[in-house]
């Protein structure tokens, strides 16, 4: 039973998420920022600028520097901690669509990382007799508890950005088997890149899923269309639907869909 106490904090700790996310927003735009530029842009203390630039910085998302911080020249993706505050009614909607897509009967889905494909998991669990394969910990914690799913894990080496299993063991099961439908998140698609992410072993595991996939679905926000990421987990080529939402850019969704993608948008 969720307590009044319990809501509060949820409540506290998505605004705090939202906070720092929005740091790490003005960090890519300036380059670095004083504690009076955080303070007066984002309206809060002093005290609660340099609490939340010490826990990025320990994180490793930022460099801390006298009177401020700067950009981490590395840092490409947001831990899964913070991207999840991140369009949730987008991720929902897209969601949503997608398990209307998959049959309810005995059926077999390969789900990767990432926030978007964690909103599907938790809009399947109303289905029976379906096995869900990941690589993903927070997929697998989603619907662990719904004794109609079948889950299947593959092993691997932990991404701790991603939550995900990577490398050969992760491959190996992937080769192992097949499914029906592989739904991916991504943190790039486009026309011209395909589907790509940030780390390059990730983007050998999802390659794996989706060769041994009869159907391959992207699930993306907006956000991720038309973006390119560092690593191709697939050409768009290897992709069969894309499900997105309304905020996407419509001319690269023009150039997706002629490039032989079906295209649904998802509406909130």
Known sequence: ??????????????????????????LAQRGSVSLGELSDTLGISAATARRDLADLAEQRLLVRTHGGARLL??????????????????????????????????YAVALSGG?????????????????????????????????????????????????????VLAEKAFNAINVATAILGTDGFSAIGGVTTHDETEARSNNAMVTHA???????????????AFAQVATVDQVDMLVTDSTADAA????????GVEIVVADA
């Not at 009869?214 to 390119?228: E, M, N, T």
């Open 1 to 26: 039973m969720t307590t009044t106490n319990d809501r509060t904090m949820h409540a506290a700790s998505g605004k705090r998420s939202r906070r720092m996310i929005a740091i790490l927003d003005l």
């Open 73 to 106: 020249d590395s840092r490409g993706e947001l831990p899964v901690s913070l991207r999840d505050t991140r369009f949730q009614e987008a991720k929902r909607a897209i969601a949503a669509a997608v398990a209307e897509l998959i049959p309810r009967q005995r």
């Open 115 to 167: 926030t978007t494909a964690a909103s599907v998991a938790r809009a399947l669990v109303g289905h029976d007799e379906l096995t869900i394969v990941t690589n993903s910990l927070t997929t697998a914690q989603l619907v662990t508890s719904y004794p109609q799913l079948k889950i299947i894990m593959t092993g691997g080496m932990l991404r701790p950005e991603s939550l995900e299993l990577v490398g």
């Open 214 to 228: 009869q159907r391959v679905v992207v699930v993306a926000d907006g956000s991720k269309i038309g973006r390119l």
């Open 252 to 259: 690269e969704l023009e150039a997706i869909r002629a490039a």
